[in-house]
């Protein structure tokens, strides 16, 4: 898994400047980014809210620097609102909605960004793993809880179980 610390690099420099600053910069699980609006930083105890106020330009740059400045390589995650970044790092669009037949086409004049620092916790699905699985064969599971609460990192771990020929 890549670094949460490259995501950062995608950043404007106020704001790595001001996350540079914080004494718990390694457990920042969100950011927030949003037009004429503080950047909000989030870890896993404390919310910062920062002086720094996002440009069009700044939530831009970040956005080319995402899709390595090919941005229609990028449409189809981007109709659904969001792009993953390697490493798992999900960054959440939001912007106006270009609608043809029914359907998102793109979303143009993005206003906000919100990044999810993607984070891997090896074992944490193993607990689980005796009742996903009956004859050797993985059950239909459904994972429901709010927002950051690791639905995805458990996900992944479950993978990795299956993939290691753990069920």
Do not use: W
């Amino acid at each position: 898994m890549i670094n949460h610390r490259e995501i950062f690099k995608l950043l404007p420099d106020k704001i790595i400047n001001y996350i540079n600053t914080l004494e718990d910069m390694d457990k920042i699980q969100e950011l927030r980014i949003r037009l004429n609006r503080p950047v909000i930083i989030q870890t896993d105890k404390s919310e910062y809210v920062t002086a720094f106020k996002a440009k069009r330009e700044d939530i831009s740059a970040v956005i080319q620097k995402i899709s390595s400045y090919s941005i229609y390589a990028f449409e189809e995650d981007i109709k659904q609102g969001f792009i993953t970044f390697k490493g798992g790092h999900r960054i959440g669009i939001c912007g106006e909605c270009i609608i043809e037949d029914n359907k998102i086409k793109t979303i143009k004049n993005i206003s906000s960004l919100n990044i999810r620092i993607g984070k891997e916790f090896i074992g944490c699905s193993d607990f689980l793993i005796p009742f996903l699985k009956k004859d050797n064969r993985v059950l239909n599971t459904v994972i429901i809880s709010p927002p950051k609460c690791g639905k995805t990192t458990l996900l992944r771990d479950i993978t990795r179980n299956i993939s290691n020929g753990n069920i």
